[in-house]
Structures are given as C-alpha cells and as structure tokens.
C-alpha cells in the first residue's frame, strides 16, 4: 500500500511540474489578492533561511511563508492555524494544556511539555529563541509574516531544531505605518478587538503598539455541572521602538506582554480506567464510551481550577553598516514565562490523573552576528550565540482514586519541587559562494556546548501508606557538544528556475528524567541527532502567473528520546510509577513535498499543498518488551507521522461598480491516518480525515474598511489532534480534539 502511495504521489508531482502549475508555499503568493485585477504573483522575500533577506525562489532550503494577508485566508489566529497549510507538519494544540503548542515537522518534534524535555522544532520571534514549547501557542495578533523551514535548521539556527523551525515577525514601526482597529465576534460566545498604531517622529525614531483581547467560551461541557471548557481569555501587548542614525545603524527595542486566564483544557478517557487493590487485583472504574465523541467530559477539578499563563520579554536588535562589506547585529533578549495549570490527564471524574504543575521559567540570550558581502559572489555569517535558561517548578499529583485496600480508598498525594538550569553557547559560520555562473556552494559549521544541572524533590504523603517528606532528593549534572554542518550545491537553470541538493545535520540536547520518582530512575538521556539528505526544485513561469516548489527528502534520525510507561509486569500490577525516558530508536523518514499556487485571470488564486513521507523505526530498544512480550508490537507506527498531507485553496475576487472588492474564498485539507502517542495505543490514533473553511471578504474602494464572514470546520468533522498515554497508572489514555464548527464575523478600519 505505501509503495502505491509512493508512485501516485511522485506521478501526481511530475505531472504538476511538466505542467508547471507548481506553486510554492501559495501563501506569499496571497500577499496580490487584495486587487481583483492582479494577473502575476507576488515576489515572496524571506528573512530566516540564511539569516538575510532574500526571494523565497533562491534559497536552497524548504521554506513556507505566509504574509498577514495569507493567514488572515487561512482564518489563522493562532500558529496552530498553520496546520494543514504546510506539507509534513503537525501544529496543534499540546494536550491537556491552553498555552503549549505540539509542533512535528517531516516526522521530529518533542510533544511533552515538561521542562527536562527540549522542542524537537525552535520557535522564534523577531530572532528570538522561545526555549519551551509551553507559551509558545502564540496568538497572531501582531504578525507581519510567519516562515516555515522543514528539515534541520543546526548550523544557523543551533540545537532544538533538528524537525525545522517557526519564526514569526512581527510589524516593523518604520515599514508599517498607520494603523487598524478590528472586531469580530462569533458563535461560542466569541469577542475578539484587535488594535495596531504606528507613528513616526522625524528621520530617526518610530514608535508601535498593538494590543488584542481574545475571549470565548468553551466548547466541551461538564454534564454534571454544565460548566464549559477548553475555553479562551487570551489579553496581550507589544510595543515597539525603532530608531536610525542615517543609513549606517538601526535599532528596535520591544516589549511584550501576554495573560492568559483559561479554564481546563479537557480530551476524552479511550481506555477503560481502574484502580490498583493493593490487596490484590484490579477495580474497573467505569469503560470509555463508544460512538462519536459529543464534547462532554466529566472532571474532579473545581470550576475555578484552570490554566493561568503570564509571559511577557524584552529585546533589543540592533544593526550597524560597518562599511560596504560589512554589517553587525546584535539581539538581546529577556523572556520570563509563569504558568499554573490544573490538567485532568485522566479525563475523568476520577483522581487517578489529576495534576497541577507550576513553572516560573527565566531565559536569557544574546546573539552576535558579523555578516559579509562583497557585492559579487561571496557572502558569509560569522556568528556567537549564549543562552542561560532557569525553570523551576512545583507539581502535585492528586490520586484519591487510584489506590484501595479492600474496600478502603487511599489518599494519595505526591509533591515535586525541582529545578532545572540550562546553560548553552554555540559559535557558528555560513559561506555562500557564486563559483560559476548559475552555481552557487554553500557551507557552514556550527559547534554547540549545552550543560544542563538539574535538582529534584519528591515528596509523597498517604493517609494509609504514611508520609515521605521527601521520598526523594537528588541533583545531576551533564554536558554535550555538538558538531552541525551543512552543505548544499544550487544551480540556476534559468531566470525561472533553480534546484538545489543539501545536506544537514540537526542536533537536539541532551537532558534528565523529570518522572524520576524512585533513586533507581535517576538518569540522563543522550541527545538526538539527524542528517538530511534533500533535493529540490523552484520555478516560476515567464509569464508570473505559476508558482512552485518542490522537495524530496531522506532523514536518518538517531537516539530518539521516548518516554515511556513503567515496565508492566502481567502478573504485578501494582504500580511502581515509573516514566523512563530512552534513546530508543533510529528512524528512517523518506519524504517529498510539494508547493504551488496559480494566478487565474484577473481576480482568481489556486493554491495547494501535497505533503508524502514514509517515517519508519529502523530498531527500537524497549526493555518492557522482556518482561511482556504483548509489548513488542507498540512500536509499529511513529507519532504525528501521517503518510500524506494534503491542501487546496481557491478564491475570487470582484470587483464592484463602486471600486470595492468582494472575496470569496475556501479551502480544504487532508491528513492521513495519525498516531498520537509513542506507545501506539489503540485509542491513540486517528484515521484519515477532512476539514473545510469558507470565507467572504468586502474592502471598500479606499481599503481603509474591511469585512469578513468565515466558518471554520465546515462540515463539523470531529477529530483527535493529540493524545496523553500513562497507561500503567490507571490505564489512563486520554485523546483530545480540534474544535467544532464556529462561525465569525469581523470588521475592521485601517488608518
């Protein structure tokens, strides 16, 4: 079957490029649909791909941007909005939690959010690193454009980035003058005003702030209280002052601000869920339900335990002309993060899950870069990069539930103070050179030291079991350096169109074992490491009406970190809590993926995204498997690894008799059958589905008012984006879902 899956996608590919139909990552190409009269595509410049701005069709890297206007078609509001629109990349929601984002790109990513375990993709805003993928389902209130690198991202952009990277930007005072107010209000009680205003003072000084406030209710109920959840009450602010000495140095320094004060983030029990009779057996507690899901789910939690986030930075970037050869930047940045968050792994009314984890996490980071071109054929990046990271936190585990004798229930809680310090610096160097008419060779090498320092306590206190305060106490410490180079070899075959090979490698820390409950699980996992190997092909048509991209790629992915559940031994059921964490497996991911976007007459855009990969594990070392052989089949499928990815968009302008313009656009995407878990539980997986959108856009002839009318999730699809697996602790498998069908209406006024 994957063979056919092969052959249809590589014929589907060859057939777009002889047609030339192909398009690159439409999404810029939306940047002309404001005008109905348009009969080219734009020309899409990125920033991110070798740290310097340059046309998205010249870069020797897989890359997707999308303008403001591109995600306000993909009815986008925050990042997860890109799921779908991108090939081989997972973006939602991470489970049980209203601030974390799960991120997988061609097949790599890290969906735990605790704090010993690093992103598998890096996160950037305005060149700044966000290290934990809590915080980081950013709200797209303030963005200018959003790119997307698939594959390794080592030498430029360091560790953590072995799947790709995400780096958004946000508007720039000089270049985004004026303003806009915005109100949209929709089903589901939602309200959401929006402001942006910028000003200039003179030559020299600019100054922004851009300010949203986001609320609606939730759309998954508590039948026995009737109070909703996986809700939204999002208020956030950036403000920005850029500043110029002639043409020789610029500088922004920004601040920003988000508050998040949400309730429970609730999924769905997909296992039958029981607790542990210490004096023998097993007790069934209840059976998940069957049939499609209803968004109803019982909890233990109060109505008034919910998921609180404050996340708020300062950074300033700076940028001096040396001379006509030589440019230096510098970007320092400040980030502290703080969450408490109540999360109802179980999904239940039940305490066998229940867990409450606080992080107080502070980041700080410079990076210096010594940039050179000499006009000609040789451009290169010499850079050093430091970053000191602490996050300490505080968790309860509440388990009432989970632990009887006889009759008797247990009281169960456990207390976890620890903290976590990350220490990393990197030096690295990129050199493109123009060896040949039409041949560019590019090279670069990055070395990184990360050294992590890590104390634990745990404490555990039972009115039958009796009190360990602490049960136990321990400190660790460990170091890794790293070697990332790249290469890649790129010809121009004409004005219209280039090809590339390259090969990367992508590195990912190091770290500890943050389950750790008992002096035997005490240890550290090794870092992940990646090469890819990837071919690719741009082109635009003469006429500039046909874009498109196209990318083949094969990943050999060592040391893969796994957290599993503790070893289960058939005959023993009770529990020792244990979470190890293993470099378990080698992958092979083969891949190909295609762009494309169309300029049809003079007011219609087609855009697609198809998106084929083959992610395999090549070994995966399972020690549970000796003590239960039942086991050995876990392993068949790698998490949030679909085979096929699939998007196609269409719209239309009108233009109206008054000079105003009517859009009307929409879209579809496809994500094959996903698993959700390492463990491939049954409950776990998600089969192929389809999710749709409309919209209808109105601009008035002078484009300072603007409407809009959207429907996300057109035919009320109802499916899973992520999933939890704690199996050996009351067989808790939890599956959480996209949202329903909402509708919207906006208005906005641009000044």
């Not at 809009?708 to 109802?718: A, Y």
């Amino acid at each position: 079957m994957k063979r056919n899956h092969l052959s249809l996608a590589i014929g589907l590919t060859l057939s777009l490029v002889a047609l030339q139909a192909q398009a690159q990552e439409a999404v810029d190409g939306q940047e002309g649909e404001g005008q109905a009269t348009a009969t080219t595509l734009d020309t899409v410049e990125v920033t991110t791909a070798r740290r310097r701005a340059e046309s998205i069709d010249e870069v020797p890297v897989a890359v997707s941007a999308f303008g403001e206007s591109a995600l306000r078609d993909l009815q986008a509001t925050n990042i997860d909005g890109l799921q779908g629109a991108v090939p081989n990349m997972n973006i939602v929601q991470g489970r049980g939690s209203s601030n974390s984002v799960n991120v997988f790109i061609r097949g790599i990513g890290q969906p735990d959010a605790l704090q010993t375990f690093d992103p598998g993709v890096g996160m950037y805003v305005d060149d700044v690193y966000y290290s934990r993928i809590n915080g980081a389902l950013f709200s797209l209130f303030d963005v200018n454009r959003v790119e997307v690198l698939r594959g390794p991202q080592g030498t430029l952009y360091g560790k953590n980035s072995t799947g790709g990277a995400v780096k958004i930007s946000t508007r720039d005072p000089f270049e985004d003058q004026g303003g806009a107010v915005e109100l949209t209000v929709g089903d589901y009680g939602r309200l959401e005003g929006r402001a942006y205003v910028s000003g200039q003072f003179g030559d020299s000084v600019a100054m922004s702030l851009a300010a949203a406030k986001i609320s609606r209710d939730g759309y998954v109920t508590d039948p026995s209280t009737g109070k909703d959840y996986n809700d939204e009450d999002t208020a956030a602010a950036r403000f920005k002052l850029g500043f110029r000495a002639g043409d020789d140095f610029t500088g922004t320094f920004s601040l920003d601000y988000t508050r998040q004060d949400n309730a429970l983030t609730l999924g769905r029990p997909v296992a039958p869920l029981y607790s542990v009779n210490l004096a023998g057996g097993i007790v069934l507690l209840s059976l998940p339900e069957t049939g499609e899901y209803d968004f109803r789910t019982r909890t233990s939690f109060a109505p008034d335990q919910g998921q609180d986030m404050t996340h708020k930075g300062a950074a300033l970037n700076l940028q001096w002309q040396l001379s006509d050869a030589w440019t230096a930047k510098s970007i320092t940045a400040w980030r502290k993060l703080d969450t408490a968050s109540f999360i109802d792994i179980d999904a239940s009314e039940f305490e066998l899950g229940d867990v409450f984890v606080g992080v107080d996490q502070r980041q700080l980071s410079q990076e210096l870069q010594l940039q050179y071109d000499n006009g000609d054929n040789l451009r290169a990046i010499f850079g050093l990069y430091y970053m000191d990271e602490q996050v300490p936190s505080h968790q309860e585990a509440y388990a009432d539930d989970f632990l009887v004798w006889g009759a008797t229930p247990i009281s169960f809680l456990r207390t976890i103070d620890d903290d976590l310090s990350n220490k990393s610096v990197a030096g690295f160097v990129h050199v493109d050179w123009d060896f040949a008419p039409t041949w560019t060779l590019a090279a670069g090498l990055r070395y990184t030291k990360d050294s992590k320092d890590y104390y634990r306590t745990t404490s555990t206190f039972s009115d039958v079991l009796g009190n360990a305060d602490p049960a136990l106490a321990f400190s660790i410490s460990d170091s890794w350096t790293a070697l990332t180079p790249s290469l890649s070899l790129q010809k121009a075959f004409s004005d219209n169109m280039m090809g590339y090979v390259s090969a990367n490698r992508g590195y990912k820390a190091g770290g500890f074992n943050g389950r750790a409950n008992a002096a035997t699980e005490i240890s550290a996992f090794e870092p992940e490491y990646v090469w890819t190997y990837e071919a690719g092909l741009k082109m635009r048509s003469g006429d500039g009406r046909l874009s498109g991209r196209i990318a083949a790629f094969h990943s050999q992915y060592k040391d893969f970190q796994a957290r599993v559940s503790e070893v289960i031994n058939p005959n023993d059921p009770i529990p020792n809590f244990a979470f190890p964490v293993l470099n378990a497996a080698e992958l092979a991911i083969d891949g190909i993926e295609f762009e494309g976007v169309a300029r049809l007459g003079e007011g219609t855009l087609l855009s697609a995204q198809l998106g084929w990969m083959n992610a395999r594990y090549e070994e995966f070392i399972d020690p549970r498997v000796a003590v239960n052989p039942a086991l050995a089949n876990l392993h068949d499928n790698v998490p949030f690894s679909p085979d096929f990815t699939a998007r196609i968009a269409l719209q239309h302008g009108f233009e109206l008799a008054n000079g105003s313009l009517l859009t009307i656009g929409g879209d579809v995407s496809y994500r094959d059958e996903t698993w959700l878990s390492v463990d491939n539980a049954p409950g776990l997986r998600q089969g192929a589905y389809t999710v749709a959108g409309l919209f209808g856009g109105w601009d008035s002839a002078d484009g300072r008012w603007q409407g809009r009318l959207g429907v996300r999730n057109l035919t009320d699809e109802v499916y899973k984006t992520d999933g939890q697996e704690f199996s050996s602790i009351g067989g808790i498998q939890t599956v959480y879902y996209g949202a329903p069908r909402n509708y919207y209406a906006s208005i906005r006024y641009n000044f």
